[in-house]
């Protein structure tokens, strides 16, 4: 029996990105030794974009379309396309062409050898400025300082797994706050990386402002680490050590305090700074544990075309 390819594509805003992704995709899939589906995600976009995908749904059978009832996010996207794919190998990209279809024979030659977990690791964004460059290399620094899961430095939303791999997705990590491709990458499987170049934007523009890209950030150190949970730990030795300083120097001075007001204000606002701090961290930890309880679906299906085979737990929980 041949095997199958899905393609999972994560749609939002995206109407003058589609044709030229369809155009590009379509003969690279139809090149693969693999029979495959185009099974694009449509998470609650506002302009023509599903016009588009209707159409083309219409046209070619192979080609799947899922409809979110609203924005539910990029992660819930690949999540839902994970849980409707149904081929033998899964690959997750975008719409606007950085993540090159042309990869996608590679893709299939390591699926044939055996891997569970394909990395696309990105060595070059010609999209993104000095800045983004820097933080996005300080973001995988510090989740790797911070957590015992290793994550490779420029990792993407490219990345494909093999149907095993997928079912374990499919089956665990369905936290309602969740780092996708860090959970990729904790699965275990046999695992290998391949290069690749981000193009430009083929159109549009980026739907992450820094304000996403923040959250994201926080939201990613706090599900793969407590270490943060630990700094009132590291912040009270600290304390005592100063403590001790302006004791030892108020024994050695001879002096019923420390001379003036300087040392005593400086020492208070330190401390209610890491006191609020830990206070703050606490209270993120406390917002994720509040959104794993109230348990609500992780996304909610308003439509489907093309598709036969339905998930369990449709709405997404």
């Known amino acids: 029996m041949e095997k199958k390819l899905s393609v999972v594509v994560s749609v939002y805003n995206e109407e003058e ?15 693969l030794p693999w029979d495959y589906e185009l099974l694009f995600v449509n998470d609650g976009s506002e302009d023509r974009s ?3 995908l209707d159409r083309l749904a219409a046209e070619d059978d192979r080609i799947k379309v899922v409809s979110f009832s609203r924005n539910f996010g990029h992660e819930a996207a690949m999540i839902a396309g994970i849980d409707y794919a149904g081929g033998d190998g899964i690959v997750c990209m975008d719409a606007d062409l950085q993540h090159p279809p042309a990869c996608l024979p590679e893709i299939v030659k390591k699926l044939e050898e055996g891997c569970g977990v394909i990395t ?14 820097i933080t996005s290399a300080g973001f995988y620094w510090l989740i790797n300082s911070l957590s015992d899961v290793k994550f490779e430095a420029n990792a993407s939303d490219f990345f494909a797994v093999s149907a095993q791999a997928a079912d374990v997705l499919r089956g665990s990590y369905r936290e309602k706050v969740r780092f996708l491709r860090g959970y990729v990458q904790n699965i275990g499987f046999k695992r290998a990386a391949i290069e690749y170049e981000a193009a430009e934007r083929a159109a549009g523009e980026s739907k992450y402002s820094i304000r996403k890209l923040l959250a994201f950030s926080v939201n990613t150190i706090l ?13 009270g030795g600290l ?3 100063l403590g001790l300083a302006v004791m030892v120097y108020t024994l050695c001075t001879r002096q019923g305090a420390p001379s003036g007001y300087t040392t005593i204000v400086i020492l208070n606002c330190f401390m209610f700074a890491v006191l609020f701090l830990i206070v703050g961290i606490m ?4 917002a994720i544990l509040f959104h794993e309880l109230k348990d609500r679906p992780v996304y909610i299906v308003g ?6 085979r339905r998930p369990d737990g449709e709405s997404g929980g």
């Open 17 to 31: 990105a589609l044709p030229l992704f369809y155009e590009t995709a379509k003969p690279v899939l139809q090149g």
């Open 50 to 52: 599903s016009e588009i």
């Open 120 to 133: 696309m690791v990105r060595t070059r964004n010609e999209s993104a400025g000095v800045i983004k460059n």
């Open 223 to 235: 599900c793969f680490s407590n270490l943060p949970l630990k700094l009132g730990i590291y912040a």
């Open 239 to 241: 304390a005592a050590l």
């Open 283 to 286: 209270g993120e930890y406390i």
């Open 303 to 308: 439509e489907t075309k093309n598709i036969r």
